[in-house]
Protein backbone atom coordinates (compact mmCIF):
# COMPACT_ATOMS: atom_id res chain seq x y z
CA UNK A 1 0.00 0.00 0.00
CA UNK A 2 1.41 3.36 -1.06
CA UNK A 3 0.25 5.56 1.72
CA UNK A 4 0.67 9.22 1.39
CA UNK A 5 -0.90 12.73 1.31
CA UNK A 6 -1.91 15.79 -0.34
CA UNK A 7 0.71 18.35 -1.08
CA UNK A 8 1.47 21.58 -2.69
CA UNK A 9 3.36 21.88 -5.89
CA UNK A 10 4.39 25.25 -5.06
CA UNK A 11 8.00 25.87 -6.45
CA UNK A 12 7.56 23.14 -9.03
CA UNK A 13 7.00 18.75 -8.85
CA UNK A 14 10.60 18.62 -7.62
CA UNK A 15 9.70 20.77 -4.38
CA UNK A 16 6.11 18.76 -4.36
CA UNK A 17 8.09 15.53 -4.10
CA UNK A 18 10.71 16.42 -1.58
CA UNK A 19 7.44 17.75 0.58
CA UNK A 20 6.28 14.28 0.30
CA UNK A 21 10.23 12.81 1.36
CA UNK A 22 9.26 15.21 4.49
CA UNK A 23 6.06 13.77 5.40
CA UNK A 24 7.32 10.04 5.04
CA UNK A 25 4.81 9.59 2.20
CA UNK A 26 4.88 6.62 -0.19
CA UNK A 27 2.94 8.39 -2.69
CA UNK A 28 1.70 12.18 -3.16
CA UNK A 29 -1.44 14.19 -4.41
CA UNK A 30 -1.45 17.53 -5.52
CA UNK A 31 -3.51 20.19 -7.48
CA UNK A 32 -1.85 20.47 -10.92
CA UNK A 33 -3.45 24.36 -11.11
CA UNK A 34 -5.15 26.45 -9.07
CA UNK A 35 -8.45 24.45 -7.84
CA UNK A 36 -10.09 27.42 -7.88
CA UNK A 37 -9.41 28.78 -11.02
CA UNK A 38 -9.84 28.09 -14.72
CA UNK A 39 -5.81 29.37 -15.86
CA UNK A 40 -3.98 26.32 -16.70
CA UNK A 41 -0.70 25.83 -15.43
CA UNK A 42 2.68 23.85 -17.22
CA UNK A 43 5.58 22.88 -15.92
CA UNK A 44 9.14 23.22 -17.49
CA UNK A 45 10.38 20.41 -19.19
CA UNK A 46 13.49 20.59 -17.20
CA UNK A 47 11.35 20.13 -13.39
CA UNK A 48 9.40 17.51 -15.67
CA UNK A 49 12.15 15.23 -15.93
CA UNK A 50 14.05 15.69 -12.71
CA UNK A 51 10.53 14.71 -11.39
CA UNK A 52 10.63 11.60 -13.48
CA UNK A 53 14.10 10.52 -12.54
CA UNK A 54 12.97 11.36 -8.30
CA UNK A 55 10.07 8.88 -8.61
CA UNK A 56 11.65 6.15 -10.77
CA UNK A 57 14.28 6.47 -7.37
CA UNK A 58 11.48 7.05 -4.59
CA UNK A 59 10.89 6.93 -2.00
CA UNK A 60 7.64 8.61 -3.23
CA UNK A 61 7.11 6.55 -6.05
CA UNK A 62 3.38 7.36 -7.11
CA UNK A 63 1.63 10.76 -8.02
CA UNK A 64 -1.63 12.06 -7.94
CA UNK A 65 -3.23 14.95 -10.02
CA UNK A 66 -6.82 15.71 -8.68
CA UNK A 67 -8.62 17.89 -10.95
CA UNK A 68 -10.09 21.27 -10.36
CA UNK A 69 -13.09 22.10 -8.05
CA UNK A 70 -14.27 24.13 -10.90
CA UNK A 71 -14.95 21.05 -13.44
CA UNK A 72 -18.71 20.29 -14.39
CA UNK A 73 -18.74 18.40 -17.67
CA UNK A 74 -22.35 17.58 -16.78
CA UNK A 75 -23.42 21.45 -17.07
CA UNK A 76 -25.72 22.72 -19.47
CA UNK A 77 -23.54 26.29 -19.56
CA UNK A 78 -21.35 26.05 -22.94
CA UNK A 79 -18.81 28.43 -21.20
CA UNK A 80 -18.51 26.21 -18.44
CA UNK A 81 -18.58 23.14 -19.81
CA UNK A 82 -15.64 24.29 -22.47
CA UNK A 83 -13.66 25.24 -19.67
CA UNK A 84 -13.90 22.25 -17.90
CA UNK A 85 -12.82 19.48 -21.18
CA UNK A 86 -10.20 21.75 -21.71
CA UNK A 87 -9.11 21.82 -17.75
CA UNK A 88 -9.81 18.21 -17.35
CA UNK A 89 -7.68 17.45 -21.07
CA UNK A 90 -4.72 19.54 -19.53
CA UNK A 91 -4.73 17.30 -16.21
CA UNK A 92 -4.71 13.95 -18.41
CA UNK A 93 -1.50 15.67 -20.55
CA UNK A 94 0.28 17.12 -17.47
CA UNK A 95 -0.20 13.39 -16.11
CA UNK A 96 1.49 12.01 -19.12
CA UNK A 97 4.48 14.27 -19.19
CA UNK A 98 5.05 13.22 -15.49
CA UNK A 99 4.12 9.74 -15.47
CA UNK A 100 1.18 10.12 -12.93
CA UNK A 101 -0.98 7.18 -11.73
CA UNK A 102 -3.69 8.96 -12.54
CA UNK A 103 -6.08 12.21 -12.57
CA UNK A 104 -8.83 12.29 -9.74
CA UNK A 105 -12.16 14.49 -10.81
CA UNK A 106 -15.14 14.90 -9.35
CA UNK A 107 -18.02 13.84 -12.01
CA UNK A 108 -19.96 17.04 -11.82
CA UNK A 109 -23.50 17.70 -10.80
CA UNK A 110 -27.08 17.88 -13.08
CA UNK A 111 -29.14 21.28 -13.04
CA UNK A 112 -32.76 21.50 -13.85
CA UNK A 113 -32.43 18.08 -16.12
CA UNK A 114 -32.98 14.65 -15.76
CA UNK A 115 -30.14 12.69 -14.28
CA UNK A 116 -29.72 10.54 -17.41
CA UNK A 117 -28.86 13.74 -19.64
CA UNK A 118 -26.40 14.88 -17.25
CA UNK A 119 -25.27 11.77 -17.06
CA UNK A 120 -25.08 10.90 -20.83
CA UNK A 121 -23.23 14.82 -21.63
CA UNK A 122 -20.23 13.41 -18.43
CA UNK A 123 -20.09 9.97 -20.97
CA UNK A 124 -19.70 12.78 -23.70
CA UNK A 125 -16.81 14.24 -21.66
CA UNK A 126 -14.85 11.23 -21.13
CA UNK A 127 -14.66 10.17 -24.40
CA UNK A 128 -13.23 13.40 -25.23
CA UNK A 129 -10.69 14.00 -22.68
CA UNK A 130 -8.82 10.70 -23.13
CA UNK A 131 -8.98 11.10 -26.93
CA UNK A 132 -6.95 14.40 -26.29
CA UNK A 133 -4.26 12.18 -24.29
CA UNK A 134 -2.30 9.13 -24.39
CA UNK A 135 -1.75 7.38 -21.24
CA UNK A 136 -3.04 8.94 -17.82
CA UNK A 137 -5.70 6.98 -16.34
CA UNK A 138 -9.25 9.62 -15.61
CA UNK A 139 -9.93 8.18 -12.04
CA UNK A 140 -13.58 9.53 -11.62
CA UNK A 141 -14.26 9.85 -7.68
CA UNK A 142 -17.81 9.31 -5.99
CA UNK A 143 -19.71 11.63 -4.47
CA UNK A 144 -20.92 12.58 -0.73
CA UNK A 145 -24.33 13.31 -2.39
CA UNK A 146 -25.04 17.11 -1.88
CA UNK A 147 -27.35 18.69 -4.21
CA UNK A 148 -27.10 17.26 -7.60
CA UNK A 149 -23.54 15.89 -7.28
CA UNK A 150 -23.13 12.69 -9.55
CA UNK A 151 -20.95 9.97 -8.67
CA UNK A 152 -22.91 9.27 -5.16
CA UNK A 153 -23.52 5.74 -5.93
CA UNK A 154 -21.86 2.68 -7.29
CA UNK A 155 -24.74 2.15 -9.83
CA UNK A 156 -24.02 5.97 -11.49
CA UNK A 157 -20.22 5.52 -11.61
CA UNK A 158 -20.75 1.95 -13.16
CA UNK A 159 -22.96 3.88 -15.97
CA UNK A 160 -20.28 6.61 -16.93
CA UNK A 161 -17.88 3.82 -17.25
CA UNK A 162 -20.44 2.78 -19.62
CA UNK A 163 -21.10 5.74 -21.76
CA UNK A 164 -17.48 7.03 -21.43
CA UNK A 165 -16.77 3.40 -23.42
CA UNK A 166 -15.00 1.16 -21.07
CA UNK A 167 -11.57 2.38 -21.79
CA UNK A 168 -9.23 0.62 -19.62
CA UNK A 169 -7.52 3.96 -18.72
CA UNK A 170 -11.22 4.76 -16.71
CA UNK A 171 -10.78 3.89 -13.01
CA UNK A 172 -12.52 4.82 -9.93
CA UNK A 173 -11.23 6.83 -6.93
CA UNK A 174 -13.18 6.15 -3.55
CA UNK A 175 -13.10 8.62 -0.95
CA UNK A 176 -13.55 7.24 2.73
CA UNK A 177 -15.90 10.14 3.92
CA UNK A 178 -17.70 10.08 0.96
CA UNK A 179 -18.83 6.84 1.37
CA UNK A 180 -19.81 7.70 5.09
CA UNK A 181 -21.73 10.59 4.10
CA UNK A 182 -23.74 8.40 1.30
CA UNK A 183 -24.55 5.93 3.63
CA UNK A 184 -22.13 2.92 2.56
CA UNK A 185 -21.40 0.98 5.91
CA UNK A 186 -17.48 1.57 6.01
CA UNK A 187 -17.11 1.75 10.17
CA UNK A 188 -15.49 -1.94 10.50
CA UNK A 189 -13.74 -4.12 8.19
CA UNK A 190 -16.35 -6.64 7.42
CA UNK A 191 -18.46 -3.38 6.36
CA UNK A 192 -16.01 -2.26 3.99
CA UNK A 193 -15.29 -5.45 2.66
CA UNK A 194 -19.16 -5.82 1.80
CA UNK A 195 -19.60 -2.23 0.09
CA UNK A 196 -15.97 -3.22 -2.25
CA UNK A 197 -17.31 -6.26 -3.42
CA UNK A 198 -20.35 -4.51 -3.84
CA UNK A 199 -18.59 -2.03 -6.03
CA UNK A 200 -16.49 -4.10 -7.70
CA UNK A 201 -19.85 -6.38 -8.56
CA UNK A 202 -21.41 -3.58 -10.05
CA UNK A 203 -18.71 -1.16 -11.45
CA UNK A 204 -15.85 -3.91 -11.96
CA UNK A 205 -12.94 -5.61 -10.31
CA UNK A 206 -10.25 -3.67 -11.78
CA UNK A 207 -11.76 0.10 -11.59
CA UNK A 208 -10.53 0.36 -8.35
CA UNK A 209 -7.53 2.77 -8.33
CA UNK A 210 -6.74 4.66 -5.63
CA UNK A 211 -8.11 5.63 -2.46
CA UNK A 212 -8.87 8.77 -0.32
CA UNK A 213 -8.74 7.85 3.45
CA UNK A 214 -10.40 11.22 5.33
CA UNK A 215 -12.37 10.95 8.50
CA UNK A 216 -15.68 12.44 8.79
CA UNK A 217 -16.96 15.59 10.93
CA UNK A 218 -20.20 14.48 9.60
CA UNK A 219 -22.73 11.86 10.61
CA UNK A 220 -23.36 8.84 8.73
CA UNK A 221 -25.81 9.17 6.08
CA UNK A 222 -25.86 13.02 6.05
CA UNK A 223 -24.49 13.33 2.30
CA UNK A 224 -22.22 16.45 3.57
CA UNK A 225 -18.80 16.16 2.76
CA UNK A 226 -16.84 17.30 6.15
CA UNK A 227 -12.98 16.03 6.49
CA UNK A 228 -11.71 14.96 9.89
CA UNK A 229 -8.26 14.37 10.96
CA UNK A 230 -7.66 10.17 10.74
CA UNK A 231 -9.30 8.91 13.75
CA UNK A 232 -10.96 11.45 15.03
CA UNK A 233 -14.17 12.25 13.17
CA UNK A 234 -16.85 9.63 13.11
CA UNK A 235 -15.60 6.78 10.76
CA UNK A 236 -13.33 6.84 14.39
CA UNK A 237 -9.62 4.68 14.54
CA UNK A 238 -11.66 1.46 13.31
CA UNK A 239 -12.84 2.98 10.39
CA UNK A 240 -10.27 4.14 9.29
CA UNK A 241 -7.82 1.15 9.97
CA UNK A 242 -9.88 -0.87 7.93
CA UNK A 243 -9.39 1.15 5.13
CA UNK A 244 -6.03 1.48 5.38
CA UNK A 245 -5.33 -2.38 6.04
CA UNK A 246 -8.04 -3.14 3.36
CA UNK A 247 -6.59 -5.95 0.64
CA UNK A 248 -7.95 -4.98 -2.29
CA UNK A 249 -6.44 -1.56 -1.97
CA UNK A 250 -2.29 -3.21 -1.44
CA UNK A 251 -0.46 -1.43 -4.33
CA UNK A 252 -2.87 1.35 -4.64
CA UNK A 253 -1.91 5.08 -3.72
CA UNK A 254 -3.97 5.40 -0.26
CA UNK A 255 -3.79 9.52 0.06
CA UNK A 256 -4.64 11.32 3.16
CA UNK A 257 -6.37 14.81 1.81
CA UNK A 258 -6.68 16.67 5.34
CA UNK A 259 -7.13 18.94 7.48
CA UNK A 260 -4.64 17.05 9.75
CA UNK A 261 -4.17 17.47 12.95
CA UNK A 262 -2.16 20.64 12.78
CA UNK A 263 -5.38 21.59 10.89
CA UNK A 264 -4.26 22.16 7.58
CA UNK A 265 -2.98 19.68 5.14
CA UNK A 266 -1.56 16.39 5.50
CA UNK A 267 1.97 16.97 7.57
CA UNK A 268 4.37 14.22 8.91
CA UNK A 269 2.46 13.51 11.83
CA UNK A 270 -0.67 12.40 9.61
CA UNK A 271 0.90 10.29 7.77
CA UNK A 272 2.54 9.00 11.00
CA UNK A 273 -1.07 8.35 12.19
CA UNK A 274 -2.20 6.33 8.95
CA UNK A 275 0.74 4.24 9.29
CA UNK A 276 -0.15 3.42 13.12
CA UNK A 277 -3.94 2.99 11.49
CA UNK A 278 -2.72 0.03 9.03
CA UNK A 279 -0.62 -1.46 12.15
CA UNK A 280 -3.74 -1.78 13.99
CA UNK A 281 -6.11 -2.78 11.36
CA UNK A 282 -3.54 -5.67 10.17
CA UNK A 283 -3.23 -6.45 13.52
CA UNK A 284 -7.54 -6.46 13.47
CA UNK A 285 -7.34 -9.00 10.13
CA UNK A 286 -4.76 -11.15 11.68
CA UNK A 287 -2.14 -10.58 8.93
CA UNK A 288 1.37 -10.87 9.20
CA UNK A 289 3.41 -7.31 8.81
CA UNK A 290 6.39 -7.59 7.37
CA UNK A 291 8.70 -4.27 7.13
CA UNK A 292 7.01 -0.57 7.16
CA UNK A 293 3.64 -1.16 6.80
CA UNK A 294 3.17 -4.42 5.62
CA UNK A 295 3.70 -7.63 4.24
CA UNK A 296 5.09 -6.44 0.74
CA UNK A 297 5.29 -3.22 -1.45
CA UNK A 298 5.26 -2.84 -4.73
CA UNK A 299 5.15 -0.24 -7.50
CA UNK A 300 1.95 1.30 -8.01
CA UNK A 301 2.41 0.98 -11.84
CA UNK A 302 2.18 4.75 -13.06
CA UNK A 303 1.08 5.70 -15.84
CA UNK A 304 -0.99 2.95 -16.80
CA UNK A 305 -4.46 1.89 -15.89
CA UNK A 306 -3.62 -2.04 -16.61
CA UNK A 307 -4.29 -3.98 -13.47
CA UNK A 308 -4.83 -7.40 -14.86
CA UNK A 309 -7.39 -7.03 -17.55
CA UNK A 310 -9.35 -4.29 -17.65
CA UNK A 311 -12.46 -4.72 -18.68
CA UNK A 312 -14.16 -3.46 -22.02
CA UNK A 313 -17.32 -2.18 -23.03
CA UNK A 314 -20.08 -2.60 -20.48
CA UNK A 315 -18.94 -1.55 -16.44
CA UNK A 316 -21.66 -4.07 -15.42
CA UNK A 317 -20.17 -7.00 -15.80
CA UNK A 318 -21.65 -8.90 -12.53
CA UNK A 319 -18.35 -10.44 -12.26
CA UNK A 320 -17.43 -11.31 -8.57
CA UNK A 321 -14.53 -10.91 -6.77
CA UNK A 322 -12.59 -13.33 -5.20
CA UNK A 323 -12.65 -12.46 -1.78
CA UNK A 324 -9.93 -10.82 0.00
CA UNK A 325 -7.89 -12.17 -2.94
CA UNK A 326 -7.14 -10.01 -5.18
CA UNK A 327 -3.85 -8.76 -5.42
CA UNK A 328 -3.13 -4.99 -6.68
CA UNK A 329 0.02 -4.99 -6.59
CA UNK A 330 2.20 -5.47 -3.93
CA UNK A 331 2.05 -3.62 -0.99
Known amino acids: MLIGGHVSPAGGLVNAFHRGVERD ?78 VVVHPGSQVGEPLEESIDRVGDAIRYVLSESERCPLLLENTAGAGGTIGRSFEELARLVELGGGDERLGLCLDSCHLFAMGFGVRTADEL ?46 GCAAFFSEPRFEGLPTIFEGPGLEGRGAALADIKVARELREEGLAARGLAKGGRG ?38
Not at 200 to 228: M, P, Q, W, Y
Request: glycine share 10%; charged share 30%.
Open 25 to 102: CDAIQIFNQSPRAWRLQTYREDDLAEFRSLLAEGPVRAIVLHAVYLINPASKDDVIRKKSLDALAHALRMGDAMGAHG
Open 193 to 238: SETIERCEEIVGVDRLRCIHVNDSKAAFGSKRDRHAPLGEGELGRQ
Open 294 to 331: GAKRGSARRGTAKRGSAQRGSARSGQRSRKGATKRGSS
